[in-house]
């Protein structure tokens, strides 16, 4: 069966301090890999994504994710948290367009001061 | 752009009324999406389209219905509301299959039925 899991429901990292969010999924196919954020209220935005190539990929706001195909994981990680970072974050994958993407049920960051 | 936007922000309803969420999409993209979130629950495909015309089934479609009549919209709609579809609807977008799927949201719909 198809899914994704975060392991941590919540985080709570101090400003300034790394962070690092898990996922792992489970796909039949070549896996399409995103990560979102949502601030309380709003909608989601798409942080980074991974469809093949570098492992390493880059986002907005200084986030970037590594995907490990024999771990099938794919971590989320920031070296400098910021207040703002805080939100929830959901790891997502999916295949072809016209499909759905299978969500993680996500982790809430907290930045203390 | 304005991307995707839906309306209404938030909407009350009584057991048994009915309510369409709008969705709309300026970006010319073929394929839409409706996804349902609860809390710590992820979020949940109701239905999604392929194209003007063309609209299939998600995870859970029960107790709504869409209609694709332009590339542009994508309206939801609740027949008979029942406290199980309390909960956030979002509206996505995504361009073609060469998109690799990634998916544009709407700011979303807080839907409470009592």
């Known amino acids: 069966a198809q899914s994704v899991t975060q392991p941590d429901i919540h985080i709570t990292v101090s400003e300034g301090a790394s962070l690092e969010l898990r996922c792992n999924y489970s796909?039949?196919?070549?896996?399409?890999l995103f990560w979102y954020v949502q601030s309380p209220g709003q909608g989601l935005q798409l942080l980074l994504k991974?469809?093949?190539?570098?492992?390493l990929v880059q986002g907005i706001k200084g986030f970037e994710a590594e995907f490990k195909r024999s771990q099938s994981s794919f971590n989320l990680r920031k070296p400098s948290v910021h207040w703002s970072d805080a939100a929830e974050y959901f790891c997502?994958?999916?295949?072809?367009?016209?499909?759905?993407?299978?969500f993680g049920k996500g982790t809430t960051l907290s930045v203390s001061s | 752009n304005a991307g995707v936007t839906q309306t209404p922000k938030f909407r009350i309803l009584k057991i048994g009324q009915s309510m369409t969420l709008q969705c709309a999409q300026d970006?010319?993209?073929?394929?839409m999406y409706w996804y349902r979130q609860d809390p710590g629950m992820g979020l949940k495909l109701i239905y999604y389209?392929?194209?003007?015309?063309?609209?299939d089934k998600g995870e859970v479609p029960n107790g709504y219905n869409v209609s694709r009549s332009t590339t542009e919209d994508f309206p939801l709609r609740l027949e008979l509301a029942a406290p199980s579809q309390t909960s956030v609807y979002f509206c996505?977008?995504?361009?073609?299959?060469?998109?690799?799927?990634?998916?544009?949201f709407g700011p979303g719909t807080r839907l409470t039925v009592l």
């Open positions: 996505a977008s995504s361009l073609d299959r060469q998109s690799y799927n990634e998916q544009f």
């Open positions: 796909y039949g196919a070549t896996p399409y």
């Open positions: 991974y469809f093949s190539g570098d492992t």
């Open positions: 997502a994958v999916g295949a072809r367009a016209g499909t759905a993407l299978i």
């Open positions: 970006m010319n993209h073929n394929y």
């Open positions: 389209s392929v194209g003007a015309g063309i609209t």
